[in-house]
C-alpha cells in the first residue's frame, strides 16, 4: 500500500521560504513529485525527481525558487520553495508513480497523499 505523508506547509510572507517533506513508502515505480492545486485551478506537477535522485523536473513558473530533493536513505522527498509569490499558494500534494516512467510525466503519476496546505501573502 502506497503512503505518502506530506508535512511543512504554512504560511509565509512574499519572498519567504518553506520547506515541505514527504516520508512515502509502497510505491513500486521510480518517480516522486509534488504537484499543486490552488482553488478554482487544476492540479499541475510542480517539480519531479527520479527514485535514484536524478533529473529533476521542474514547471517553469518555479524553475530557480524551487528545489526537488530525496533523501532515499529516508525514503523522504522534500520540496524547498524560496522566493514565495501569492501566486504559490495552494495545496501542494506529494506524489509518486507504481509503474515505470521515462520521464517522471505528470501523466504518470498515481498516488498523491493529503496534501499540506501553502499561503503567500503579499
Known amino acids: 500500500q502506497v503512503h505518502l505523508g506530506e508535512s511543512g506547509g504554512g504560511s509565509a510572507q512574499a519572498g519567504g521560504s518553506l520547506r515541505l517533506s514527504c516520508e512515502a513508502s509502497?510505491?513500486?515505480?521510480?518517480?516522486l513529485g509534488w504537484f499543486r492545486q490552488a482553488p478554482g485551478k487544476e492540479r499541475e506537477a510542480v517539480a519531479t525527481?527520479?527514485?535514484?535522485?536524478?533529473?529533476?523536473f521542474y514547471e517553469d513558473s518555479v524553475l530557480g525558487r524551487f528545489t526537488i530533493s530525496l533523501d532515499t536513505g529516508k525514503n523522504t522527498v522534500f520540496l524547498q520553495m524560496s522566493s514565495l509569490k501569492p501566486e504559490d499558494t495552494a495545496m501542494y500534494f506529494c506524489?509518486?508513480?507504481?509503474?515505470?516512467?521515462?520521464?517522471?510525466?505528470?501523466?504518470?503519476?498515481?498516488?498523491w497523499g493529503q496534501g499540506t496546505q501553502v499561503t503567500v501573502s503579499d
Open positions: 506524489a509518486a508513480t507504481t509503474r515505470y516512467s521515462a520521464y517522471c510525466s505528470a501523466r504518470d503519476f498515481d498516488h
Open positions: 509502497g510505491y513500486t515505480g521510480n518517480c
Open positions: 525527481i527520479y527514485t535514484t535522485g536524478t533529473g529533476p
